[in-house]
């Protein structure tokens, strides 16, 4: 039986803002240290020379981040659901999509400054350069296949197909995180910043689709 919008924001109290605020204040530590060049930075690059051993399957992990992969899916599952949408009678159909590409959009204009302002240097496998701080490519795998998935669930009748989906994404952007750490393409903080900062525009993708999708919110009100 489906929880009523107003039970479910009860059951959930100040979760929104914690979720909002738990990564954005583990990224600013994080900027921080890379910033400064702090403790966390001296683990993170013990880490690792421990962790790097470039292979073939890297490499094709690594790829899961990049533009021409990652943004073909998300096309794929905002074209599915306004069609479903559209079908279904909902006014504003194609919001929920236009949202998700535009959240995409982002990334390139957040991560951008945040490499001019912190010219981290690369890992000791990667040509000599400056620039890879936070990491773009998991940033952009966890928007695509996370918009995505937001997307799609409303899509899905079944809770097993729903957490079949959310364990895909899962397993898409862990598979990118590792293979760009493995392959010594970024820094292990690198890629976590990159999660943080997916996480904070996830969650605002989030709170946004559950206002404009609420029931009641397709029709102007009743006398």
């Known amino acids: 039986m489906p929880i009523p919008a107003n039970q479910e924001r009860a059951a959930l109290p100040g979760s929104p803002a914690l979720l909002l605020a738990f990564p954005a204040l583990l990224f600013a530590l994080i900027t921080w240290q890379v910033v400064a060049g702090g403790p966390l930075v001296r683990l993170d690059e013990r880490l690792s020379r421990a962790l790097v051993n470039p292979d073939r399957c890297s490499e ?3 790829d899961l981040g990049n533009i021409p992969v990652a943004v073909p899916v998300l096309a794929v599952a905002a074209g599915y659901a306004a069609v479903r949408r559209r079908r279904a009678g909902a006014d504003r159909w194609w919001l929920p999509g236009a949202a998700a590409a535009l959240l995409l959009a982002l990334v390139p204009a957040l991560v951008v400054p945040l490499k001019e302002l912190t010219d ?13 701080y936070p990491s ?6 966890a928007i695509a296949y996370g918009c995505a998935t937001l997307l799609l669930l409303p899509c899905l ?7 079949v989906l959310i364990t895909l994404c899962a397993a898409l952007v862990l598979g990118a995180s590792y293979g760009l750490v493995r392959s010594g393409y970024h820094w292990p903080l690198d890629v976590v910043a990159g999660w943080c900062l997916s996480a904070v525009l996830l969650t605002s993708l989030w709170l946004f689709l559950r ?7 397709s029709h102007p009100p009743g006398p």
């Open 60 to 62: 094709l992990l690594a």
């Open 120 to 132: 981290r240097p690369g890992t000791p496998a990667v040509p000599p350069g400056t620039g890879y």
């Open 136 to 141: 773009g490519h998991t940033a952009t795998a």
């Open 157 to 163: 009748r079944t809770a097993l197909a729903r957490r």
């Open 211 to 217: 206002t404009v999708t609420m029931p009641g919110r």
